[in-house]
């Protein structure tokens, strides 16, 4: 009798999982949870204006539709009180392998130091890679896609002296995404 790997079955989605949206045409913008997870109650981290933040640098780097970007999180489901995600991220990276086969992203920004380990597999800290396109992990067996890893918005309210180069990031990821379809 043949054993068959359970691992390489469908699974189950997690209760609460959402997708991502938008039309996507090449870009893909990944946070570490979905935005509404980030309220006062829930997170100690809550920043009410992370999300302005970035809807700000990416509106100064001239993309001016938000809806041709594919948004999507690293953890799918609501993170427990004082819960350092570690077990939200390993449930949820076969998840966000499917995405990435689904979207096939050419262009990929990655917020934060968990979603750069995420995406690319690197186990060094992001400030060694922020600003530099970096290749997807084999995992996501998706070659083409470049990720650029930045710091989160909500690091860069904490630090406002990251915000320059979190403004650099997003217009060298908005700059090869207008170019690899061809508008500038």
Known sequence: MTQIDPDLLPQALPDGWMPGSG???GAMVVT???PDHYLPERSP???PTAGRLLMDALFAAEVEELG???WTALVKVPLGENSSGALHIEAALPYLVEEVQHVVPLYVLALGQKVFSALTGS???LALYRGLWQHLDERFDWEEALVMPTFSPAEVLDRPSLKAAFDRDVRE???AWRKGRGDG
């Open 23 to 25: 039309k996507h045409l």
């Open 32 to 34: 570490f949870a979905p």
């Open 45 to 47: 981290h809550f920043h």
């Open 68 to 70: 041709d970007i594919y």
């Open 123 to 125: 186990v060094l800290g």
């Open 173 to 175: 990821f908005a700059s």
